[in-house]
T-cell receptor, first 111, second 114 residues
Framework: QKEVEQDPGPLSVPEGAIVSLNCTYS??????FMWYRQYSRKGPELLMY????GNKEDGRFTAQVDKSSKYISLFIRDSQPSDSATYLCAMSGNTGNQFYFGTGTSLTVIP | DAGITQSPRYKITETGRQVTLMCHQT?????MFWYRQDLGHGLRLIYYSAAADITDKGEVPDGYVVSRSKTENFPLTLESATRSQTSVYFC?????????????FGSGTRLTVV
């Protein structure tokens, strides 16, 4: 069983839609939860970070962590064509020396 | 410019050859990492380094060698390249004690082993 599971999609939505991206994990020791965005042929860039459980909001983006269910989510409100990318979840224990990544969800926002 | 740079961007090599991928960062981040990205597997950690002369294995270290004589450089060497090492390789760095900052990634090296 993989440490982190992520639905690869692809996901296609109209501009302005609310997007929900999710990951599940198996390791209860994970404390740091991150979302990265990766454009084609580029390196991933950090989008959101959450420590332990709870919600975090940054503009149109909201990250949620439910440690009891081992489930994390990223919501994108008022999605834009520029949001078209692959979204990777990542998580780590307290040291942060090794992050485990999901396989990524490909998102296309259609104008 | 400040940042993390990888070279080369693209590389084609033959099976059995030794190849070195370079990674250079200008922030003096103590931690540096090498990941490979493959379809269906996502990003997997090869090796990481907590400081100069301190390295440790990740999830998939076999067939790779790293060194870190200077804080800013973290080269990755494939000692005898195999087709299964065809992949996109990403170098990353982060601050000491800054697990919450996440990584900053380079632009990647696309390696093809023929």
């Amino acid at each position: 069983q993989k440490e982190v599971e992520q639905d690869p999609g692809p996901l296609s939505v109209p501009e302005g839609a609310i997007v929900s991206l999710n990951c599940t994990y198996s390791n209860s020791a994970f404390q740091y939860f991150m979302w990265y965005r990766q454009y084609s042929r580029k390196g991933p860039e950090l989008l959101m970070y959450t420590y332990s459980s709870g919600n975090k909001e940054d503009g149109r983006f909201t990250a949620q962590v439910d440690k009891s269910s081992k489930y994390i989510s990223l919501f994108i409100r008022d999605s834009q064509p520029s949001d078209s990318a692959t979204y990777l979840c990542a998580m780590s224990g307290n040291t942060g020396n090794q992050f485990y990544f999901g396989t990524g969800t490909s998102l296309t926002v259609i104008p | 410019d400040a940042g993390i740079t990888q070279s080369p961007r693209y590389k084609i090599t033959e099976t059995g050859r030794q190849v070195t991928l370079m990674c250079h960062q200008t922030w003096s981040h103590s931690y540096m990492f090498w990941y490979r990205q493959d379809l269906g597997h996502g990003l997997r950690l090869i090796y990481y380094s907590a400081a100069a002369d301190i390295t440790d294995k990740g999830e998939v270290p076999d067939g790779y060698v790293v060194s870190r004589s200077k804080t800013e450089n973290f080269p990755l060497t494939l000692e005898s390249a195999t087709r299964s090492q065809t992949s996109v390789y990403f170098c990353a760095s982060r601050l000491t004690g800054g697990a919450g900052y996440g990584y900053t990634f380079g632009s990647g090296t696309r390696l093809t082993v023929v």
